[in-house]
Structures are given as structure tokens and as C-alpha cells.
């Protein structure tokens, strides 16, 4: 179940494993880090994966934030305490993304870089373009057009030539929260689809994957639209702080009962957070 409603949301977002995201998904890729209370100032995130039969080792992520709430830097370490992932985003007045750069290590590739400038236009209301290097080298750039009210209406994207090779086209569906990404060939062919939120603080989901909610906006159950009573989901539990901000969160594979009841809980992710404030 899991796996569908993971692959599920992949292929929404984009299929990427055929091609990149859109290159409007640097800008629009929601920041998943959102407080209910103070800003957070650096959030310590250990995860644990439990599957019968198989011992996972933990993974240990530390995060730290601008005076705004915005993240400011991002490294996962590995069980050993060694490395394996670090990004940076760098912002105009600590709101305005104008570069992250992201290191990984890759298994017989060594470690992997890539790049990301973005340019503003002059009230610094939206990107004018957006710059993506790999490794150091210019692997694709995109102009975007926008209309009066300073809302995306398409991207023209260029390889590391300077060629045309995609045109990405945006609507913008307010009920749902969404912008709807097209991408099309330089020839018009069509490429592929993405979604974003419009406002990424604001509640946001695929309409293909179903959730219920706790009161305070938290989602209790998720699953796949079309299920029904004896389906699996994942249904989720969390501790707060004083806050408002989990600082531990259960996953575990169940069962649909009637009525959205949760049966033959298993447990399979937990992640413990220790966040501090600005």
C-alpha cells in the first residue's frame, strides 16, 4: 500500500526517473518545515525504519533556519556519524531563494553536486531565471514569463548549449491550492505533468491520495482515493511540544475498517525531533 500511494505521488509530481523535475520546481517545491508556534531556529531529526526481517539503520538529520522560518541548511548523517547529504539555500533580505547547493554521496560515484542560482526580477516579486549546474558545469537554465499580477504563465527551458528543449506552461487551480505544471517539447510535444501548491502554507494534497486530518491539521490517515473498507493506509501518531510542534512521529501500515476505523496497527517508521526557537 505504502509503495502505491508513494508511486502514486511520484508520478504526479513528476516522472523522474526518465527526466528532471520542472525547473520551476526549485522555486515551487514546498519547504516541509512549517511551525505552529515560534519560529524554529534548528530542528535534530533521528529516523527509524522497522521492517520484519531486516535491520535498517537509523539516519540523523540536522536542520538549521533564518529569524523567518525559512531552512537555511540541511545535513543527513549516516549511523556511523559520517555524512551523506548536505544542503545549503542561501536567500535576498532571509525570504528570496537566490541559490542552494546540494552535495551528496552516490555509491561508486563519489560526491555529487548540484547547483542552483536564481535570479529575481526588480521588485524581487518572482524568479526571472533559474540556473542549474551539475557538478560545476551549466546543465540547464529556464527565463520565466509572468503575467500582471506577477503569477507564473510559462518557462522556457535550455540546455547546457543554450538550445531550447522544453516549455513548461502553469495553471493555477485556487480551490485546490494547486499549480499544474505541463511540460512540452521545444517541437510541442508533450513531455510531462507536476503539481505544486500555490501557497505551500497553506493545506495541500494529491487528489488521488485521500487523508484525514487531526484538528490541528495534522494528518491522522492516508490513503490511496479509490480505497475501500479492508484496504490498507497509514495512519499517523505524533507528541507535541508546548509549541504545538511534533517532536515524535509514528507510522504505522493499518487496515480500513468502516468508517475510516484503524485496524492491525504495525509499526514501521518513527522519527524523534529535537527542535529549538528563535
Known amino acids: 500500500m505504502f509503495l502505491r500511494i508513494l508511486f502514486t505521488t511520484l508520478a504526479l509530481l513528476f516522472v523522474q526517473i526518465s527526466v528532471a523535475q520542472p525547473m520551476v520546481g526549485y522555486f515551487l517545491s514546498p519547504q516541509s518545515e512549517l511551525s505552529k508556534g515560534r519560529t524554529f531556529k534548528s530542528i535534530k531529526e533521528t529516523s527509524e525504519i522497522f521492517l520484519k526481517g531486516i535491520a535498517v539503520t537509523p539516519t540523523r538529520v540536522e536542520k538549521e533556519f533564518n529569524t523567518l522560518g525559512n531552512i537555511t541548511a540541511s545535513v543527513t548523517y549516516n549511523s556511523a556519524g559520517g555524512k551523506t547529504r548536505e544542503v545549503y539555500w542561501e536567500y535576498v533580505n532571509g525570504e528570496n531563494l537566490v541559490r542552494k547547493h546540494t552535495r551528496s554521496f552516490v555509491n561508486l560515484r563519489g560526491w555529487q553536486e548540484e547547483e542552483v542560482i536564481l535570479t529575481w526580477n526588480d ?113 499517523y501518531e505524533y507528541e507535541y511540544d508546548s509549541q504545538g510542534n511534533w517532536i515524535e512521529k509514528r507510522t504505522f501500515q493499518v487496515k480500513l475498517g468502516r468508517g475510516n476505523r484503524v485496524r492491525n496497527k504495525n509499526l514501521e517508521n518513527k522519527i524523534s525531533r529535537t527542535i529549538t526557537y528563535h
Not at 132 to 149: I, M, R
Open 123 to 235: 521588485d524581487h516579486s518572482t524568479p526571472q531565471k533559474i540556473l542549474v549546474k551539475k557538478n560545476g558545469k551549466v546543465w540547464q537554465s529556464a527565463l520565466f514569463s509572468s503575467d500582471s499580477s506577477r503569477r507564473f504563465e510559462s518557462a522556457e527551458v535550455f540546455d547546457s548549449k543554450g538550445d531550447h528543449v522544453f516549455t513548461e506552461r502553469f495553471t493555477y487551480i485556487e480551490a485546490s491550492n494547486i499549480i499544474k505544471v505541463m511540460v512540452f517539447k521545444a517541437n510541442g510535444a508533450f513531455h510531462g505533468t507536476s503539481t505544486y501548491p500555490i501557497d505551500h502554507k497553506k493545506p495541500f494534497t494529491f487528489e488521488s491520495v485521500a487523508q484525514t486530518l487531526y484538528p490541528n491539521g495534522d494528518v491522522m490517515i492516508e490513503t490511496l482515493s479509490n480505497a475501500v473498507s479492508g484496504d490498507q493506509a497509514y495512519y
